[in-house]
């Protein structure tokens, strides 16, 4: 069974940080693209950072330069560490891995329940 649960959301205040973890199991997290999402109060869900097959990493243009992901094979976890945080930075926030569960299985997408970041002014 395919499972991302993520944690380490919360209230903070303006400027100060956080880190998001997603643990992953069932996947090969080898063979995994992974990536975090944010879904803002009444918006649809976006891309916030994503980490391809080949290592390569992309950020969206409104977190470059204050989020930063990275991923732990051995720990089978990937990490979203987020500074100076704004109040536009408030979502909940979703773990994704599209990969396979086995080396015969065909790649699926796959989402966590998502954790709430809350930023105040």
């Known amino acids: 069974q395919v499972q991302l649960v993520e944690s380490g959301g919360g209230s903070v205040q303006s400027g100060g940080s956080l880190k998001l973890s997603c643990v992953v199991s069932?996947?090969?997290?080898?063979?995994?693209?992974m990536g975090w999402y944010r879904q803002a109060p009444g918006k649809e869900r976006e891309v916030v950072s994503t980490?391809?097959?080949?290592?390569?990493?992309t950020y969206a243009d409104w977190v470059k330069g204050r989020f930063t992901i990275s991923q732990v094979n051995a720990k089978n976890t990937l990490y979203l560490h987020m500074n100076s945080l704004k109040t536009d930075d408030t979502g909940v926030y979703y773990c994704?891995?599209?990969?396979?569960?086995?080396?015969?299985?065909?790649?699926?997408?796959?989402w966590g329940q998502g954790t709430q970041v809350t930023v105040s002014s």
């Open positions: 980490i391809n097959l080949d290592a390569k990493i």
């Open positions: 994704q891995a599209e990969g396979r569960r086995t080396v015969w299985d065909s790649t699926r997408s796959y």
């Open positions: 069932g996947l090969i997290l080898s063979s995994c693209r």
